[in-house]
């Protein structure tokens, strides 16, 4: 059974920086893209990045410049290095991997990044 388990939210400062972990049962060269979603209160879940096996990534428009998407083959771990945290940057992240060979999607439990003004 895949499971991902998400690390390192907290509560920090406008301005500040907090990394994210998600770490995989099962080798991550299985999933073809991994990636960070938030969910704010209230509101939808939207994807914040996202990087291939090939290391390609792709970021929401209010993330970019700020935020940094890895992807550690040797740790079985996807990381998401967020700088310049803004009050709206606040909610639930999750990780999501794609099985290479099925397509099925796989998340996380989520992690709670508050950033206080």
């Known amino acids: 059974q895949v499971q991902l388990m998400e690390s390192g939210g907290g509560l920090v400062q406008a301005g500040g920086s907090l990394r994210l972990s998600c770490a995989a049962s099962?080798?991550?060269?299985?999933?073809?893209?991994m990636g960070w979603y938030r969910q704010a209160s209230g509101n939808q879940r939207e994807m914040v990045a996202t990087?291939?096996?090939?290391?390609?990534?792709n970021y929401a428009d209010s993330v970019n410049g700020r935020f940094a998407i890895s992807r550690d083959n040797a740790k079985n771990t996807a990381f998401l290095q967020m700088n310049s945290l803004k009050p709206e940057d606040t909610a639930v992240y999750f990780c999501?991997?794609?099985?290479?060979?099925?397509?099925?999607?796989?998340w996380g439990k989520g992690t709670l990044v508050t950033v206080s003004s």
């Open positions: 990087v291939t096996s090939g290391g390609s990534t």
């Open positions: 099962i080798s991550i060269s299985r999933f073809n893209v």
């Open positions: 999501k991997a794609q099985s290479r060979i099925t397509g099925m999607d796989y």
